[in-house]
């Protein structure tokens, strides 16, 4: 494939990517157990306040491995629009996650896990790494986040 489109700026890609976290729904969430062993799966999201949370069960792979693992890489895009977040997790019961951040998710998704099974809970991922880039040609200046601060 051929490269049409010039690269953006990183202050634009810092935009483009502050955008996509409030305009998407589903982000990719990438956990290991303690044994290694790697989860990946798609669940709805919102940013707020300068973090990204999630809702799952704790009974689940995911939710087991955000509690104990308390790190996370989530991904946005496809192949030719790649945002990845690493980031060090939170865990919330529903009764614990402040009000705000529920609100907030409940607007974006139209779900309140408060109102679902016991097992839900909230995590809040905390970027500490975020990388953007589309196409090769943006590889070069793709941190926009290092050690929990932008860089642009």
């Not at 940013?47 to 491995?65: A, D, I, K, Y």
């Not at 998710?105 to 500490?128: C, I, L, M, N, Q």
Request: hydrophobic share 40%; with cysteine; aromatic share 10%.
């Amino acid at each position: 494939m051929k490269i049409t489109q010039p690269s953006r700026t990183p202050g634009q890609r810092k935009t483009d990517l502050l955008e996509r976290l409030r305009r998407e729904m589903d982000i990719w969430v990438a956990t290991a157990d303690t044994d290694g062993l790697p989860c990946l799966v798609p669940l709805w999201f919102v940013w707020h306040e300068e973090s990204v949370w999630l809702c799952t069960r704790l009974t689940n792979p995911t939710g087991r491995n955000l509690r104990d693992g308390r790190r996370a890489r989530l991904a946005l895009g496809d192949t030719r629009d790649v945002v990845l977040v690493d980031g060090d997790v939170e865990t919330f019961t529903t009764a614990e996650a402040p009000r705000t951040a529920v609100e907030a998710f409940h607007a974006k998704t139209g779900w309140d896990p408060r109102e679902d099974h016991a097992s839900y809970a909230f995590f809040r991922v905390r970027p500490y790494a975020v990388q953007a880039w589309c196409e090769a040609h943006e590889l070069p200046r793709r941190h926009l986040m290092r050690d929990g601060a932008w860089v642009v």
